[in-house]
């Protein structure tokens, strides 16, 4: 067990809070949902006694995303990904091992592979993780980019490689059918199971108790990346194919290991290829006259009945990263008088393919450099380039990878989120104190020049944004808040942004874990058919309910946190104990369960619950709730 010697500060752990990783979830049973999958099925007919289809095989398209956290950097390898039967057979639906930074896909979903394996119903859903070779960074406490070389379990031991599992029973059991493409989302949440500490030398510890989950929240839908080499065109029917290359797989060659997606466009797709820009038809006309297996990349959305994926916007050619020229990813953290910019938190992308991390890189810009902005055919300049906002610049790297020479090449303006609290209303207008920029503390940015004088410059304290014609009913003050927009130009604020979407993360799913070290006879104040309060006396590391990103301490409640089952009483509660885990569907039996067990000498060691989550209350409403004793 590696000895702590110095906790973070109070303020420190609050922004640490936002911290989770990624991925299952150490011998839970956390009970998970597909993606769109009434959407896309019908009834069972055909189906034998095992839950298997007696004939052919049919299809899935498998994504990956993660819910926000405030880690710089988050890579690890996914060695594998199975998918098990009803019957028992095993499937793997990855065919190659997968290097993912996961920071880089808190806004969307990132299509994995698309696979023909065995019709039937599926159960569970098993990811092996290798974290022997991971590039994790952390803000330190003066706001730099710290690398965590010391990962470890609850338990204190080294974590080199993690089996996790996702169990999908009863209704939403995964059908594969033939003819009938399922698609099916493993959802990372960065908010409660990563605990990182400093020691007194300040190298970062970090403890991982990770949370697969399997659902997307229907509050907040998520954009879909899908990219891969160009395979074929249909100018008359407004579609195109392309061979799917998640992640940071090499664009180029024709191999299909991973599948192939069919790409569906209308007359509001914008296309940027080799730096020009199109529309509709006219875009599509462009492609078809690349060469097949030109890189490309589309930003789209996943729809049902029938299912499709629609693109919004496709880059091809030299517009994609990986190609002619290196590009940086990240966020403008200053801008001086002149045209360089100072980005943080950077994913450098070498012309070639290769992928590193750097904290820091300085860009010159200058009036030849192609400004666009993410989902638009506009026109933009380098004076669009403001303190905060996300962008991805092509140029020439030197030699040390830190300048960015982009005089002569392009910037992409990304969708950037804030997270903060309301401070005040008044339609279009409203006014957030930030916490965060996409991930990074607010005191990292210096929004020195924004303003059009000093005394307008933008104030993250009182940050005024524009909401155009979003509804803005559901806020009040002190609110938690999330907005998705882009900066305002440099040196035109007020106002400081303007808002495409606005999320009043109060309102959405939230996912609460608990651990008690050592275990706990007494974890719970009373249990019953109508709920359960937790006591939180002799909780571990682990005490925290996350909700888009932002964290709440339990501990800092004024009242105990209670537990109770939504209307009815049905869903998926679990418990894991001596290796077994034990499913129920309704709340009442997983009580009595529970109480069985406890009553015959079982201690609690974990806890993890998903649902609404009222404040005024402290009450959880839950569909799933999985317990782990010991």
């Given at each position: 067990?590696?000895?702590?010697?110095?906790?973070?500060?109070?303020?420190?752990?609050?922004?640490?809070?936002?911290?989770?990783?990624?991925?299952?979830?150490?011998?839970?049973?956390?009970?998970?949902?597909?993606?769109?999958?009434?959407?896309?099925?019908?009834?069972?007919?055909?189906?034998?006694?095992?839950?298997?289809?007696?004939?052919?095989?049919?299809?899935?398209?498998?994504?990956?995303?993660?819910?926000?956290?405030?880690?710089?950097?988050?890579?690890?390898?996914?060695?594998?990904?199975?998918?098990?039967?009803?019957?028992?057979?095993?499937?793997?639906?990855?065919?190659?091992?997968?290097?993912?930074?996961?920071?880089?896909?808190?806004?969307?979903?990132?299509?994995?592979?698309?696979?023909?394996?065995?019709?039937?119903?599926?159960?569970?859903?098993?990811m092996t993780l290798d974290y022997q070779d991971a590039d994790i960074w952390v803000e330190g406490a003066d706001g730099e980019a710290v690398k965590v070389d010391t990962i470890q379990d609850v338990?204190?031991?080294?974590?080199?490689?993690?089996?996790?599992?996702?169990?999908?029973?009863?209704?939403?059991?995964?059908?594969?059918?033939?003819?009938?493409?399922?698609?099916?989302?493993?959802?990372?949440?960065?908010?409660?199971?990563?605990?990182?500490?400093?020691?007194?030398?300040?190298?970062?510890?970090?403890?991982?108790?990770?949370?697969?989950?399997?659902?997307?929240?229907?509050?907040?839908?998520?954009?879909?990346?899908?990219?891969?080499?160009?395979?074929?065109?249909?100018?008359?029917?407004?579609?195109?194919?392309?061979?799917?290359?998640?992640?940071?797989?090499?664009?180029?060659?024709?191999?299909?290991r991973f599948g192939a997606l069919k790409v569906f466009t209308d007359d509001k797709t914008v296309y940027e290829i080799d730096g020009a820009l199109y529309q509709g038809k006219e875009g599509l006309?462009?492609?078809?006259?690349?060469?097949?297996?030109?890189?490309?990349?589309?930003?789209?959305?996943?729809?049902?009945?029938?299912?499709?994926?629609?693109?919004?916007?496709?880059?091809?050619?030299?517009?994609?990263?990986?190609?002619?020229?290196?590009?940086?990813?990240?966020?403008?953290?200053?801008?001086?008088?002149?045209?360089?910019?100072?980005?943080?938190?950077?994913?450098?992308?070498?012309?070639?393919?290769?992928?590193?991390?750097?904290?820091?890189?300085?860009?010159?810009?200058?009036?030849?450099?192609?400004?666009?902005?993410?989902?638009?055919?506009?026109?933009?300049?380098?004076?669009?380039?403001?303190?905060?906002?996300?962008?991805?610049?092509?140029?020439?790297?030197?030699?040390?990878?830190?300048?960015?020479?982009?005089?002569?090449?392009?910037?992409?303006m990304l969708l950037t989120t804030l997270r903060g609290t309301v401070l005040d209303v008044d339609t279009p207008l409203f006014v957030i104190n930030i916490q965060s920029i996409d991930r990074r503390?607010?005191?990292?940015?210096?929004?020195?020049?924004?303003?059009?004088?000093?005394?307008?410059?933008?104030?993250?304290?009182?940050?005024?944004?524009?909401?155009?014609?979003?509804?803005?009913?559901?806020?009040?003050?002190?609110?938690?808040?999330?907005?998705?927009?882009?900066?305002?130009?440099?040196?035109?604020?007020?106002?400081?942004?303007?808002?495409?979407?606005?999320?009043?993360?109060?309102?959405?799913?939230?996912?609460?874990?608990?651990?008690?070290?050592?275990?706990?006879?007494?974890?719970?104040?009373?249990?019953?058919?109508?709920?359960?309060?937790?006591?939180?006396?002799?909780?571990?590391?682990?005490?925290?309910?996350?909700?888009?990103?932002?964290?709440?301490?339990?501990?800092?409640?004024?009242?105990?946190?209670?537990?109770?089952?939504?209307?009815?009483?049905?869903?998926?509660?679990?418990?894991?104990?001596?290796?077994?885990?034990?499913?129920?569907?309704?709340?009442?039996?997983?009580?009595?369960?529970?109480?069985?067990?406890?009553?015959?000498?079982?201690?609690?060691?974990?806890?993890?619950?998903?649902?609404?989550?009222?404040?005024?209350?402290?009450?959880?409403?839950?569909?799933?709730?999985?317990?782990?004793?010991?």
């Amino acid at each position: 067990m590696i000895q702590l010697k110095k906790l973070i500060s109070i303020h420190y752990i609050w922004k640490r809070l936002l911290s989770v990783l990624i991925l299952g979830f150490l011998g839970f049973c956390l009970v998970a949902t597909t993606v769109g999958l009434s959407g896309c099925s019908s009834d069972s007919s055909g189906l034998n006694a095992q839950g298997e289809q007696e004939t052919t095989d049919g299809e899935i398209v498998i994504g990956l995303t993660d819910a926000e956290g405030d880690f710089v950097c988050y890579t690890v390898n996914v060695l594998s990904l199975t998918l098990t039967k009803a019957g028992g057979a095993v499937v793997e639906a990855l065919p190659l091992s997968t290097r993912v930074d996961f920071t880089r896909f808190t806004e969307m979903t990132e299509f994995l592979t698309a696979a023909t394996i065995p019709s039937g119903v599926y159960t569970k859903a098993t990811m092996t993780l290798d974290y022997q070779d991971a590039d994790i960074w952390v803000e330190g406490a003066d706001g730099e980019a710290v690398k965590v070389d010391t990962i470890q379990d609850v338990n204190g031991n080294e974590i080199m490689t993690l089996e996790v599992s996702v169990h999908l029973e009863g209704k939403n059991s995964l059908l594969i059918r033939p003819g009938i493409p399922a698609h099916l989302t493993l959802d990372f949440d960065l908010g409660v199971s990563n605990k990182v500490e400093f020691e007194e030398s300040g190298s970062p510890v970090l403890t991982v108790k990770p949370i697969l989950l399997a659902d997307v929240d229907p509050q907040e839908p998520k954009i879909h990346r899908l990219r891969g080499p160009l395979k074929k065109v249909s100018v008359n029917k407004g579609t195109f194919d392309v061979i799917i290359r998640p992640f940071i797989h090499v664009l180029s060659g024709g191999h299909d290991r991973f599948g192939a997606l069919k790409v569906f466009t209308d007359d509001k797709t914008v296309y940027e290829i080799d730096g020009a820009l199109y529309q509709g038809k006219e875009g599509l006309v462009a492609l078809d006259a690349m060469t097949t297996f030109t890189a490309t990349i589309v930003i789209g959305d996943l729809r049902f009945n029938p299912c499709r994926f629609e693109a919004r916007q496709v880059y091809a050619g030299s517009s994609v990263p990986g190609g002619e020229l290196d590009v940086v990813a990240g966020n403008v953290i200053s801008r001086d008088d002149g045209d360089v910019v100072t980005m943080k938190g950077v994913t450098l992308i070498r012309a070639g393919g290769s992928v590193v991390f750097n904290d820091t890189v300085a860009v010159h810009l200058g009036n030849n450099t192609k400004v666009r902005r993410q989902l638009s055919k506009d026109e933009y300049n380098i004076n669009d380039i403001s303190v905060g906002q996300r962008v991805t610049v092509f140029g020439t790297l030197n030699h040390d990878e830190t300048e960015l020479d982009a005089t002569d090449g392009y910037a992409h303006m990304l969708l950037t989120t804030l997270r903060g609290t309301v401070l005040d209303v008044d339609t279009p207008l409203f006014v957030i104190n930030i916490q965060s920029i996409d991930r990074r503390h607010v005191s990292v940015f210096d929004f020195q020049g924004t303003g059009m004088d000093p005394d307008n410059d933008a104030d993250p304290a009182y940050y005024e944004i524009d909401s155009g014609s979003l509804d803005l009913s559901s806020l009040a003050q002190a609110s938690p808040v999330k907005v998705r927009g882009f900066v305002s130009p440099f040196g035109q604020a007020p106002e400081d942004f303007e808002a495409q979407t606005v999320i009043d993360v109060s309102n959405v799913k939230a996912v609460m874990t608990v651990n008690w070290d050592p275990v706990s006879t007494t974890a719970f104040e009373n249990l019953s058919a109508q709920g359960l309060t937790l006591n939180l006396e002799g909780i571990g590391l682990f005490h925290h309910m996350g909700r888009a990103g932002v964290v709440t301490d339990l501990v800092m409640l004024s009242d105990s946190p209670f537990i109770q089952p939504r209307e009815g009483g049905q869903g998926l509660f679990s418990i894991t104990q001596n290796g077994t885990c034990q499913l129920h569907t309704t709340f009442e039996n997983f009580v009595a369960d529970l109480k069985d067990r406890l009553a015959d000498g079982g201690a609690v060691k974990d806890l993890v619950a998903t649902g609404l989550f009222d404040d005024g209350t402290a009450t959880l409403t839950v569909g799933n709730v999985s317990v782990k004793l010991e």
